[in-house]
């Protein structure tokens, strides 16, 4: 095993005074594993600690005018109000009825995932274009994890757009603005 | 049958080098980290599930606390002429020490009227000083937009690569300043940006 030899060989004294000579052998082998656990450690810590980018990407700003009709139908339109709540509908608004939730794994996750399914089988495999709007009150955690949990539901057709008068009339109504 | 006794040697190695190589090969991953910059402002970033890092070289961060604006580029060479291109746009004149004082800011925000008595301060005070923000106020074009602009070109220019944009902003940051930022940037048809995120898993 691996060891450390302090002891100097325990010699034997002769004569009739013997002192108890304890060995002082120390094994290291616990030593070299914090090491490389340390080790470990930190090269795992330096990589992650980089900071990661999100890509985000618009759509470009003049061609607003002349942007290609977008097919309520296939459009879910999430309202983000304060207190990390948000507000989704599908279509146009108030003609369905808009829900509120949060943004967890549970919620916002699985309703992108439900809606994504309905919308593409209703309309033969088109995908769903989400419409994402932040209120002033919203913070810029909400957007990144909006935009976060629609990489990961694999939504492609996205868009981040100034929100409207009437949008805010929606969230004033829930009491999330 | 007799028992042939086979002479049984000590197998125990000496572990004293091993342990020494292993402290080693520690203290030169610690100090290998790249030291942590300090911001201007304490932002926590966000956490999202990209796991596509930021390039090394030919980025510039806009980073977004407090509803101020701060903004750095990479690259001594890109930073001087980036300044010496907002010097000319807003006829101000700076030193020599100005200019290489300025590049070694790796991020900033005063009004670029306050920017020469802010290079004039010695480097330890700097981080002192309450800084304004640069101003972004959407009426036109404004401040921010001819720092990224004067970046952009500087670092075609320069490296002959495009410019990255990577905005960091702290999670509990109101959307009103980052919108305006995004709007900023869409003026000059910057449409492609990174948003710097701590990584997350997606469970």
């Known amino acids: 095993m691996a060891e450390l030899d302090t002891s100097g060989g325990g010699k034997h004294k002769g004569g009739k005074v013997r002192t108890k000579k304890q060995s002082t052998r120390v094994d290291l082998t616990a030593m070299v594993d914090l090491a490389f656990l340390l080790i470990t450690f930190?090269?795992?810590?330096?990589?992650?600690?980089?900071?990661?980018?999100?890509?985000?990407?618009?759509?470009?700003?003049?061609?607003?005018?002349?942007?290609?009709?977008?097919?309520a139908s296939r459009t879910m339109t999430l309202l983000l109000g304060s207190n990390n709540k948000l507000l989704w509908f599908v279509g146009e608004p108030g003609k369905a009825a808009p829900q509120i939730e949060g943004y967890g794994k549970n919620d916002l996750r699985q309703t992108l995932i439900d809606q994504n399914k309905l919308i593409t089988q209703a309309s033969g495999g088109k995908p769903m274009i989400v419409i994402v709007s932040p209120s002033d009150k919203s913070t810029y955690n909400n957007v990144v994890t909006v935009m976060d949990e629609l990489n990961i539901v694999d939504i492609e057709q996205r868009a981040i757009v100034?929100?409207?008068?009437?949008?805010?009339?929606?969230?004033?109504?829930d009491n999330i603005y | 049958m007799p028992r042939v006794k086979v002479a049984r040697k000590s197998t125990a190695i000496d572990m004293t080098a091993m342990c020494d190589?292993?402290?080693?090969?520690?203290?030169?991953?610690?100090?290998?980290?790249?030291?942590?910059?300090?911001?201007?402002?304490?932002?926590?970033?966000?956490?999202?599930?990209?796991?596509?890092?930021?390039?090394?070289?030919?980025?510039?961060?806009?980073?977004?606390?407090?509803?101020?604006?701060?903004?750095?580029?990479?690259?001594?060479?890109?930073?001087?002429?980036?300044?010496?291109?907002?010097a000319a746009k807003y006829k101000i004149s700076f030193t020599p020490d100005e200019i290489n004082a300025f590049t070694g800011v790796e991020s900033f925000g005063v009004d670029i009227s306050q920017l020469k008595a802010y290079l004039d301060l010695p480097a330890s005070?700097?981080?002192?000083?309450?800084?304004?923000?640069?101003?972004?106020?959407?009426?036109?074009?404004?401040?921010?937009?001819?720092?990224?602009?004067?970046?952009?070109?500087?670092?075609?220019?320069?490296?002959?690569?495009?410019?990255?944009?990577?905005?960091?902003?702290?999670?509990?940051?109101?959307?009103?300043?980052?919108?305006?930022?995004i709007a900023t940037l869409q003026k000059q048809k910057v449409d492609r940006f990174n948003l710097i995120t701590s990584l997350k898993s997606a469970k």
């Open chain 2, 21 to 86: 190589v292993a402290f080693l090969l520690l203290t030169f991953f610690i100090l290998s980290a790249k030291q942590k910059t300090q911001d201007p402002v304490k932002a926590a970033i966000p956490a999202s599930t990209s796991v596509q890092v930021l390039p090394e070289h030919d980025f510039s961060t806009i980073l977004i606390g407090n509803g101020k604006v701060f903004f750095g580029v990479e690259g001594t060479d890109v930073r001087k002429q980036t300044l010496q291109t907002m």
């Open chain 1, 42 to 71: 930190f090269i795992l810590t330096t990589t992650l600690a980089k900071p990661k980018a999100m890509e985000l990407i618009m759509p470009d700003k003049d061609q607003d005018k002349q942007q290609l009709a977008v097919p």
């Open chain 1, 162 to 173: 100034d929100i409207t008068p009437m949008d805010l009339d929606l969230l004033k109504k």
């Open chain 2, 125 to 181: 005070q700097r981080s002192k000083v309450p800084q304004g923000g640069i101003p972004v106020d959407t009426t036109d074009t404004n401040q921010l937009y001819d720092w990224v602009h004067s970046a952009r070109v500087a670092n075609v220019f320069l490296h002959n690569k495009p410019l990255v944009i990577a905005i960091k902003g702290d999670k509990e940051e109101e959307y009103p300043t980052v919108q305006k930022v």
